[in-house]
């Protein structure tokens, strides 16, 4: 724990509010599992997709 906040000290986020920190890590956060949802659904779906590249 010391290494992450070491480096949101270190980071653009170092000199903002405590509260804002929180609300931009949370919104990080949540972009990030959103996107391993989605990678996670593609996999488990994968043989139902179907993709075509024509020009």
Do not use: P, R, Y
Not at 3 to 10: D, G, H, L, P, R
Not at 20 to 40: A, D, E, Q, R
């Amino acid at each position: 724990m010391d290494v992450i906040n070491e480096i949101i000290s270190q980071s653009a986020l170092g000199s903002l509010s405590k509260g804002f920190k929180s609300l931009v890590l949370s919104v990080f956060t949540s972009i990030v599992v959103t996107l391993f949802v989605m990678l996670i659904a593609i996999i488990v779906n994968s043989d139902q997709l179907h993709f075509s590249f024509g020009f």
